[in-house]
């Protein structure tokens, strides 16, 4: 082996031209191997994949219904019947969350308003989950979903953390 090396770096030609040898021969076999040659580009271009086109959906309606949703739900207000509660929100929400609520106890309501700037956790062509902050430094997840023509709530729940 001391041999070899040494013969290699007798001369600054000598290991210039081996060493370089080296690298062509490495470059030329990964082109081979890769399929560059011998005319595949063009075939490798005629079987790509086509360009998949996504447009990311509207969320402000999802946001307003949210929003809407929160503002009647959070608590009673002054003369406001828990029947007229109930049914307020029955409007806004789906089949399932409105049979929750009439499991609900009005007085586990957190009795703040809608106050500042609601945040999208996330959004899809058919829901979206919206974080909406509350006067009593609170935030609740609100799930709006598509149902039938319009957008209904299917969920809502205390935000604690990165949900």
């Not at 075939?43 to 503002?71: C, I, K, M």
């Not at 062509?125 to 979903?145: G, R, Y």
Request: positive net charge.
């Amino acid at each position: 082996m001391d041999a070899v090396i040494g013969w290699l770096c007798r001369t600054p030609r000598r290991l210039v031209a081996v060493v370089g040898g080296v690298l062509l021969a490495l470059v030329a076999g990964n082109y081979l191997l890769s399929g560059e040659g011998s005319g595949s580009r063009a075939a490798a271009t005629a079987t790509a994949a086509p360009l998949v086109s996504f447009q990311a959906p509207d969320p402000a309606p999802y946001v307003r219904a949210a929003v809407r949703f929160t503002e009647l739900w959070a608590s009673l207000g002054k003369g406001r019947s828990v029947e007229r509660w109930r049914s307020d929100l029955t409007a806004l929400a789906t089949e399932d969350l409105a049979r929750g609520l009439e499991l609900t106890d009005p007085a586990s309501l957190p009795g703040a308003k809608v106050r500042g700037t609601p945040v999208v956790r996330s959004v899809s062509q058919d829901s979206a989950l919206v974080a909406v902050p509350l006067s009593n430094d609170q935030q609740v997840l609100v799930t709006v979903v598509r149902s039938g023509d319009g957008l209904a709530v299917s969920d809502v729940r205390p935000y604690a953390g990165n949900q």
